[in-house]
């Protein structure tokens, strides 16, 4: 698993108007490539009246899988610049489709080229993109003599926390990257005098917003 990686929000969109052209880019999260055949076989279905539906999607850690589709535009002026724009911006595991209804005006190879590139482009910074960042779900437990500096010491870190529970004892449920788990370990035994339960959870993808 990837220690931290861009991809977009899920199912937002951003039109464009080029040459009476509406084009429009709509983008998903896929982890899989099934993922990103049902998202554009959705968009298909939901444009069909459309000109063209292209696509382009990269999948996995380093992106190992790329593909990208012209879906009857001229042979590499439409799926290829799209696709250029995702690894330019580095962002993995994403679908991006585009719909174009054409508004009678021919753009030409070049013409096509740019406002394809420019729909995921300008897409991307109207949707905005997101990090994901790999964590550990990590669960503190200690007496309720411990909840007032305990509550005010983690609640004034860096690390973020998903719940606070109080039962026979007061836990708290928070996410902390794996480079920093033993110093967090550290840091808590110190605080409590050792008298804190640290449980490690399972490793999960914590969304974060991306601002370039």
């Not at 899989?32 to 990269?58: G, M, P, T, W």
């Not at 080229?113 to 790999?134: C, K």
């Amino acid at each position: 698993m990837h220690p931290t990686y861009l991809t977009t929000h899920d199912n937002r969109s951003h039109e464009l108007i080029i040459q009476k052209s509406r084009f429009i880019s709509h983008f998903k999260h896929t982890p899989s490539e099934a993922e990103a055949q049902d998202f554009i076989l959705e968009i298909k279905k939901r444009h069909a009246s459309a000109n063209h539906n292209c696509s382009a999607y990269v999948i996995g850690e380093n992106h190992d899988l790329q593909k990208a589709n012209d879906d009857g535009e001229p042979s590499g002026t439409a799926g290829v610049p799209m696709l250029e724009v995702l690894k330019k911006r580095n962002v993995r595991n994403t679908t991006v489709v585009v719909t174009r209804y054409f508004g009678g005006i021919k753009l030409g190879a070049g013409g096509l080229i740019r406002a394809y590139g420019r729909s995921v482009s300008d897409g991307l910074d109207s949707v905005g993109m997101i990090q994901r960042l790999l964590v550990h779900e990590i669960t503190i437990s200690f007496d309720y003599g411990w909840q007032g500096k305990m509550e005010n010491e983690l609640r004034n870190s860096s690390f973020q926390i998903k719940t606070f529970e109080y039962a026979e004892n007061v836990q708290v449920t928070l996410y902390v990257e794996p480079s920093d788990l033993p110093t967090f370990k550290e840091w808590i035994i110190n605080l409590t005098n050792a008298q804190a339960q640290i449980k490690e959870g399972t490793m999960t993808y914590l969304d974060l917003d991306y601002s370039t």
